[in-house]
């Protein structure tokens, strides 16, 4: 069964602290891995799409990287309106309408 | 570019009445959108895929006769919640796939709480 798994479930930083969040995933065909910001009672807000092993994005603080069987957030020198939900997903391709299996988040508080 | 609305934000309703919810993109076409639902410090859990000129396809466990789903045209869907119960509360969220880039891009949200 294709599975999203993210870690930390909370992260707590100093503002300036720099950290990773890790997003785990195992799914047949890898056709995408989405990275999302959630703030409380909105919705998603798109940050990064990755497709290959090896393949880097960045925006601003952020910076997302893809291996194999993971993908990391870096967040560089975070300030307190990072905090924020984010989201990891990924496509699964079944029915041909490529659905995203959503991880549980890492909920992130950045305190100055 | 890539907004997504949502309709209502918020709605209150009595148990056994019936909510709409719209999901309209401002400023792109989507012939695939979805519908999430989403509770309290849980991630976002997918309830259909709804499909421009034909029927929504429902994910395991979700009631399509409770769930009505229609995309009548390339810029909005809907989501009607028929006889709701205080259980149907929670936060309904869609998204739109762009038909070029093929990038999702998620509404606002409506949280609906049905007393």
């Known amino acids: 069964e294709d599975q999203v798994t993210q870690s930390p479930e909370a992260l707590r930083l100093q503002e300036g602290e720099s950290s990773s969040l890790n997003c785990s995933y195992t799914?047949?065909?890898?056709?995408?891995l989405f990275w999302y910001r959630q703030d409380p009672g909105k919705g998603p807000e798109f940050l990064f799409t990755l497709y290959s092993a090896g393949e880097e994005k960045e925006k601003e603080r952020l910076k997302a990287t893809l291996t194999k069987k993971e993908s990391f957030l870096h967040i560089t020198a975070p300030k307190p309106e990072d905090s924020a939900t984010y989201l990891c997903a990924v496509h699964e391709p079944s029915g041909g309408y490529n659905k995203l299996i959503f991880g549980a988040g890492t909920r992130l508080a950045v305190h100055p | 570019g890539a907004v997504v609305s949502q309709h209502p934000s918020w709605v209150i309703c009595k148990s056994g009445t019936s909510v709409k919810i719209e999901c309209r993109s401002l400023d792109f076409q989507a012939t695939t959108m979805f519908w999430y639902r989403q509770f309290p410090k849980q991630s976002l859990m997918l309830m259909a895929t709804?499909?421009?000129?034909?029927?929504?396809?429902?994910e395991q466990g979700v009631e399509k006769d409770k769930f009505l789903i229609n995309h009548a045209s390339l810029t909005l869907s809907t989501l009607t919640v028929t006889s709701a119960h205080p259980e149907d509360s929670s936060f309904y969220i869609c998204s739109a796939r762009d038909i070029v880039s093929y990038e999702q891009y998620f509404g606002p949200g409506t949280r609906l709480t049905v007393t």
């Open positions: 799914v047949s065909g890898l056709r995408g």
């Open positions: 709804s499909n421009e000129g034909s029927k929504a396809t429902y």
